[in-house]
């Protein structure tokens, strides 16, 4: 498209003159007879440039540039006059920004036109760099607003991870209050129950050495028998719990394998042969004597897998084995690790394909109906898996409705223990007694359990004393001197934590050995047991022989 050139005079010699010029230039002319006329024709029509007379009648020249100019200021301005002074021309150059000026006659032609290429370059140039610069502002406005969107987005982001933090942590705090909570209240579930119970199991064990007839008898047995099956339900509970927050932790140490199966065959034995079914157990011999692994657990895992074959199996057998399955190359005669495969198995009811997948699931049951023949809440196979994962194993389960279960334990590359090295243990059974003169004081707020701890010694020695809480204990320790002291942790006035401080603070009373003797199992207890002074720790119920055990290696101890 062409530029466009705007003509004005009020002598058309001069226009038809200059349009006749400037068509040989590629440019759109036209023509008007006065500054009236050229400003009807501007407002129709924007020219690029207008040359222009300065006097003409009605309106001058330089009174129309002016107008002109605020309609578009980009317009060139170029005057032609032959009435206009030196000083009239650079006042119009100045004021109105007038690109040339010219008088009459034109005499030379060329310089006009190429004064009138020079200004519509400018314009171009001018109209360019404005066009630049508004594209330029609309895409910084553009980058603005999506600048301003963005942090706007941010801010959103921002506020929303603050809000999600600020719920996590709500969320965290109140999942640890609950752990604490349920920490808290399954300590003292275990020792509220713990307590009685040590007095009805240790009460139990002792009546079961007198001379009973039959009735009395079986009576103690079922009391026996039933008081191990709740302490166990117990200890299931805390392990699973243990577990689930990370608290359990392993104690590895030699473990004779062979002496584990034939506690469980004493524990199971009598049922089994009760029931009518056999109970067979066997060790391969190529496991080594003793191995390093956590002998508590293993133990906890076979009494949960055998007590389920024995209660579910009717006729048939319950067998349990140890395999060493490590792989070919090894030297199977006295290998370093051992690949152990635990075996149970059973013919008894089996499970149903239905129930497998779910079967080590907490509370989950074999037999889930109302009207089930089997007790039992459904915690045995749920410890066992997570008992079993916790070692690095794995439970394999192959069963068929009706026709038995097996079990297996895969726990790899378990240490053997050196065999030269020698076995630290005391020869069970020789039980070892405590010297007849000892001074022996039991500090217990519970009477029962003071007189189960004299019943349970007093063949040892006849030298007791009692004290209800810590403070009796200090006092009374203070006047009688005591060997050895046996102390609960939950007592009034005094607790067992701030008695065995003071009786390390004190210089007389710090060498007397302290046992804690405590239904608090959770292993926080047991850590501010140490913590707090004592020498010793043993869990109701109390057994006579590891009481003994205890008293005896601690009075060595201190000479």
Not at 355 to 368: K, P, R, V, Y
Not at 395 to 418: H, M, N, R, W, Y
């Given at each position: 498209?062409?530029?466009?050139?705007?003509?004005?005079?009020?002598?058309?010699?001069?226009?038809?003159?200059?349009?006749?010029?400037?068509?040989?230039?590629?440019?759109?002319?036209?023509?008007?007879?006065?500054?009236?006329?050229?400003?009807?024709?501007?407002?129709k029509h924007r020219f690029d440039l207008v040359l222009t007379d300065i006097r003409m009648p009605v309106m001058d020249g330089l009174d129309m540039a002016r107008r002109i100019k605020e309609y578009d200021e980009d317009t060139e301005i170029i005057f032609i006059t032959g009435h206009a002074t030196v000083e009239r021309a650079?006042?119009?150059?100045?004021?109105?920004?007038?690109?040339?000026?010219?008088?009459?006659?034109?005499?030379?032609?060329?310089?006009?036109?190429?004064?009138?290429?020079?200004?519509?370059?400018?314009?171009?140039?001018?109209?360019?760099?404005?066009?630049?610069?508004?594209?330029?502002?609309?895409?910084?406005?553009?980058?603005?607003?999506?600048?301003?969107?963005?942090?706007?987005?941010?801010?959103?982001?921002?506020?929303?991870?603050?809000?999600?933090?600020?719920?996590?942590?709500?969320?965290?705090?109140?999942?640890?209050?609950?752990?604490?909570?349920?920490?808290?209240?399954?300590?003292?579930?275990?020792?509220?129950?713990?307590?009685?119970?040590?007095?009805?199991?240790?009460?139990?064990?002792?009546?079961?050495?007198?001379?009973?007839?039959?009735?009395?008898?079986?009576?103690?047995?079922?009391?026996?028998?039933?008081?191990?099956?709740?302490?166990?339900?117990?200890?299931?509970?805390?392990?699973?719990?243990?577990?689930?927050?990370?608290?359990?932790?392993?104690?590895?140490?030699?473990?004779?394998?062979?002496?584990?199966?034939?506690?469980?065959?004493?524990?199971?034995?009598?049922?089994?042969?009760?029931?009518?079914?056999?109970?067979?157990?066997?060790?391969?011999?190529?496991?080594?004597?003793?191995?390093?692994?956590?002998?508590?657990?293993?133990?906890?895992?076979?009494?949960?897998?055998?007590?389920?074959?024995?209660?579910?199996?009717?006729?048939?057998?319950?067998?349990?084995?140890?395999?060493?399955?490590?792989?070919?190359?090894?030297?199977?005669?006295?290998?370093?690790?051992?690949?152990?495969?635990?075996?149970?198995?059973?013919?008894?009811?089996?499970?149903?394909?239905?129930?497998?997948?779910?079967?080590?699931?907490?509370?989950?049951?074999?037999?889930?109906?109302?009207?089930?023949?089997?007790?039992?809440?459904?915690?045995?196979?749920?410890?066992?898996?997570?008992?079993?994962?916790?070692?690095?194993?794995?439970?394999?389960?192959?069963?068929?409705?009706?026709?038995?279960?097996?079990?297996?334990?895969?726990?790899?590359?378990?240490?053997?223990?050196?065999?030269?090295?020698?076995?630290?243990?005391?020869?069970?059974?020789?039980?070892?007694?405590?010297?007849?003169?000892?001074?022996?004081?039991?500090?217990?707020?519970?009477?029962?359990?003071?007189?189960?701890?004299?019943?349970?010694?007093?063949?040892?020695?006849?030298?007791?004393m009692e004290a209800e809480n810590g403070r009796e204990a200090l006092d009374l320790s203070r006047q009688q001197k005591p060997d050895i002291i046996l102390m609960d942790i939950r007592m009034p006035v005094m607790d067992g934590y701030e008695a065995a401080e003071q009786f390390k603070a004190d210089s007389l009373l710090r060498t007397i050995p302290l046992i804690a003797v405590s239904a608090s199992a959770m292993k926080s207890d047991r850590e501010r047991i140490e913590k707090a002074g004592f020498d010793a720790y043993l869990p109701?119920?109390?057994?006579?022989?590891?009481?003994?055990?205890?008293?005896?290696?601690?009075?060595?101890?201190?000479?």
């Amino acid at each position: 498209m062409n530029e466009s050139i705007l003509i004005v005079d009020d002598e058309p010699d001069i226009t038809d003159f200059l349009s006749f010029v400037f068509q040989g230039e590629y440019l759109d002319v036209t023509t008007a007879g006065s500054s009236r006329e050229a400003l009807d024709l501007f407002h129709k029509h924007r020219f690029d440039l207008v040359l222009t007379d300065i006097r003409m009648p009605v309106m001058d020249g330089l009174d129309m540039a002016r107008r002109i100019k605020e309609y578009d200021e980009d317009t060139e301005i170029i005057f032609i006059t032959g009435h206009a002074t030196v000083e009239r021309a650079v006042d119009a150059l100045k004021s109105i920004g007038a690109s040339d000026f010219f008088t009459k006659p034109l005499n030379d032609v060329e310089h006009l036109i190429l004064s009138v290429k020079n200004a519509l370059e400018r314009r171009r140039l001018k109209v360019g760099n404005q066009r630049l610069l508004r594209e330029l502002r609309t895409h910084q406005n553009s980058l603005e607003d999506q600048l301003s969107n963005r942090t706007e987005a941010l801010h959103r982001e921002i506020q929303n991870r603050k809000e999600m933090t600020v719920g996590l942590l709500r969320a965290k705090e109140t999942a640890e209050a609950a752990s604490r909570a349920k920490s808290e209240f399954l300590a003292n579930m275990s020792h509220e129950i713990r307590t009685p119970m040590n007095a009805i199991v240790g009460f139990a064990n002792l009546l079961n050495g007198f001379d009973l007839d039959a009735a009395a008898q079986e009576y103690i047995r079922a009391i026996r028998i039933n008081s191990a099956s709740l302490l166990r339900l117990i200890d299931d509970i805390l392990d699973l719990a243990r577990i689930e927050t990370g608290k359990m932790e392993l104690i590895h140490e030699p473990v004779d394998l062979r002496e584990i199966f034939k506690e469980i065959e004493q524990i199971y034995g009598g049922k089994a042969a009760e029931k009518g079914i056999e109970l067979e157990i066997n060790v391969d011999e190529n496991i080594p004597a003793r191995l390093i692994m956590d002998a508590v657990r293993v133990r906890q895992i076979l009494v949960n897998l055998v007590g389920n074959g024995v209660k579910f199996t009717e006729a048939g057998t319950v067998r349990i084995s140890a395999q060493n399955v490590a792989e070919a190359g090894s030297d199977e005669n006295n290998p370093e690790r051992v690949d152990l495969k635990l075996l149970v198995q059973d013919t008894g009811i089996g499970i149903s394909q239905s129930s497998i997948g779910s079967i080590f699931d907490i509370f989950q049951q074999i037999d889930g109906s109302s009207t089930r023949r089997y007790e039992g809440i459904g915690l045995g196979l749920a410890i066992v898996k997570r008992l079993t994962e916790l070692m690095n194993g794995k439970v394999v389960l192959f069963s068929q409705e009706g026709e038995g279960t097996t079990f297996e334990i895969l726990l790899p590359k378990i240490a053997a223990d050196d065999p030269s090295k020698p076995q630290l243990l005391r020869d069970s059974s020789n039980e070892m007694a405590i010297p007849p003169q000892t001074r022996i004081l039991i500090v217990d707020d519970i009477d029962f359990n003071r007189k189960l701890l004299i019943a349970l010694l007093k063949d040892q020695t006849s030298h007791f004393m009692e004290a209800e809480n810590g403070r009796e204990a200090l006092d009374l320790s203070r006047q009688q001197k005591p060997d050895i002291i046996l102390m609960d942790i939950r007592m009034p006035v005094m607790d067992g934590y701030e008695a065995a401080e003071q009786f390390k603070a004190d210089s007389l009373l710090r060498t007397i050995p302290l046992i804690a003797v405590s239904a608090s199992a959770m292993k926080s207890d047991r850590e501010r047991i140490e913590k707090a002074g004592f020498d010793a720790y043993l869990p109701k119920p109390l057994q006579r022989s590891i009481v003994i055990r205890k008293v005896v290696e601690l009075l060595e101890r201190k000479g």
